[in-house]
């Protein structure tokens, strides 16, 4: 009886959610994982190919460069080679025309092995020994390679030079110093994204700097170390970054390509943010329809128990339809319930009307049984036969009137056997005839076969009446009474002639009609008979009139045999 | 850089300790070219010394380092290979590969293409198996002695010109190839050694390569023709280029005695197009660039990351510097061709 009811543990509402939080949460994990796993595995692998592009897209770069610069040293030093004699004059043009060719190159000098300069493109080169210096001695330490120094910023200019022992002139041997602008190639840098804080590092074999685009993070050359070269994802000063190390062709330098991917960890957080809160939405869009729905269903089924339970404690007489919205089902439910109890209502109403009716009926019966008039007119009748001496006429009336009584009382009960109802009304005629001085006569023939069953009492005995008092009495020539009774088609009919006046056709419409409104007529008698077999036999019993003028009138009774019960006995 | 090296002994070290004992059941080989005629035939023989014994994977650089850089990389990385067999498209990546290998516990054999000697100094994880390129310059240049005779009277044959320098040009292969310097240098400076006088006429770089060799020819012929005495090559391919582009224009003489041609012709390994270049009577010589040695060096090394084995048993060669090889090579001309070229 408590609200709660709709809360409890087993209830449509709880199984519902619980089964479909499972559901939904299930779910809602496996779409987390799969599009987490799926986009990162994407993202990272996109990102990398990106990235590989970029690295090599910028190392290309390096790689031309450095072959640029290598293969203009290499075709000097060949022409270098091929010379037999050299004049000062024809190298140092050769050397102004290559320089001018190749922007990058800021100064060509030649050395001689002890260190002075032999030839330059330019003018102010140093006419001192440079023997000692670190490009001059690693060139001639290693004369089958190009020593590159690393590159200095000189007034936003980024260069370094290139050193390479040769062969010059006969049995002569030089370095070749080559001075160069990398301040172009750095300029590329600006347009490739790194990202926040991404850059380039060139370092050489020993890890030494030789050019870097920012200050380096401390531990990054640690990375390099244990990279050393490929690519790698890592973490520095809480940033992400993608870096990737080639060796650039030609030189022994290694370039570091540092680029910025915090945006994945951001990106692939930003997507857990947005899955969350869908999730969330979706969670609880679920359970609120869920609800809904469920309360669709069980708030109209807690309202038809909550009738059912009002139903049960005061009866169906009072009760009322029960208004719910819902599903269709439910809805549907509600309406046959509310048209069953109706029904049972309607049912319930008639039955007491109908009880009702009967007691009425079988009250007025009991009064006809004791009409006072009937019997003082009898008793009458018997007095003046005795005192005529008429003595066994006398005898034969009480006998008659005793019977009579007897019948009509029968112990109380109200059907009786169709016997008994001819056996009654033969008992009412036989008084009557001798009351009126043999001024009518009557024939009763009932089939043997309908005798035994059961029916309610005294039916013939009103029509009869009737039958005399409308047909009979006011005739100076008397009459004939006929009765008769069979099976006839499923109905057990009764048919009460007389051979009076007849009944006028507007009169015989005025007793239908009293059969059906409570208008009095002269028929009291009929339409008691037709109220109480419609009690007791339902609509399909009935009542017929046929009359013809001067010649007399038919009653016929028509009870469904299915309705009567027979006679065990 | 001191504590790098100490690292890398320490890395090295632990490295050797571990690895003794355990063969290792595979190693990758990396090339730089899949088009190099006598680098094939290395791979060859090594695949054929090497038989069932290990897994080889072989991967092909085609002349970019950065290529081999990630072959290299997803080997050790990926496939966690052991033991790699480098041949260098860049030899000054050598350093990082040698570093590389140390921090992912891995053994490296330089071949052919000869790492700087600071590179490998010390670098207990890394060796080096290559030709002695000086040697192979010096029996080049004896083979343009047996030509051209004694250095005071020049074969007249020969010395075209009758001015008693012998006029060349050489094919060099690449600059800064330690094999094409070495043999270029060494073929000059041992014919002025032994007294004689050369004019170099020019030096063209051909890239080791047949096809590079012609077009030089197509382009540069002209210039030298009249003067060329004879070809220095630093390997066959190229000097088949040369022979190639000769026979079309019928400065080579078919079906001649090589002594009958107007242009004397030199290479260096030994393969198989060089040989066949010998028996048709166009190339004079070559020089064998052993490749069964090297790889039986090389196959030596492999065992000795393997499984420690000392190399210097059984061998014929001499370990300098710590960890190089240096195979010495021998003259072949017609009078001592392989049989398998005399049959017909």
Redesign the interface.
Known sequence: MNKNNINHPNGLRTRLMRVYSIVTILFIVAMYVASYMIFKTNIVSNNETVMEETT?QL?NIY?TYFEGV?NVS?NI??KL??EDTYDEEGLASYFELVQSMKSEIEDISLYSVSGSLVVSSSNDQSEEDESGETWFLEAAN?P???VFSSIENENGSYLFTLSKYVNYGEHSYGILKFTLNFTKAIATLSDIDLGESGHVVIYD???DTVYQSDVLTEGETDLF???????ENISLNGHDYFLSI??I????W?LAVISNIDFIANTTSMLLLVDLVISVVFYIATIASIRTVSNQVTEPIYKLRLAMEEISQKGYIDAKEVKVQGTYEVEDLARNYNEMIMRISTLMNQVVVEQNLKRESELSVLQNQINPHFLYNTLDSIIYEINKNENETAQNMIIALSKLFRISLSKGKSTISIRDEVEHVRNYLLIQKMRYREKFNFEIKVSEDIMDYKVTKLILQPIAENAIVHGIKNNPDGGRIEIDGSLKDGFIVFMVKDDGFGILENKIQQIYDSFHNAVETDGVGVNNVFQRIRLYYGDKADIKIESELDCGTKVFIYIPVEKVQKDEN | MKIKRIRNLLISGGLLLTSCGESPASFSLFIYNSEDTFINELKDVILDDTGDDYNIDIQYAEQSQKTQMKQITSALEDDHQKLLLVNMVDRLSASAIIEKSSVNNANVIFFNREPLTDDMDNQLNAFYVGSDNSYEGELQAKLAEDIFGSPDSLNSKYDKNGDGKIQAIILKGELGHQDAEQRSTKVISKLADDGYSVDLLNTYICNWSRTEAYNMFEDEYANFKDDVEIIFSNNDDMACGAMDYLIEKDVFKYNVDVSEQSVQLLGVDATDVGCKAIRDGYMYGTVLNDAEKQASAIMDAVKYFGSGIDMNENSDYDIVKGNFVYIKGSSITYDNLPSEYRSN
């Open positions: 090599t190392s790689n290598v290499s030093e060949t080679e091929e290693n089958l390679i190009n074999k020993n890890y170390q244990e990279v050393v070269f490929g690519t080639n060796t062709d030609n030189t022994t290694r």
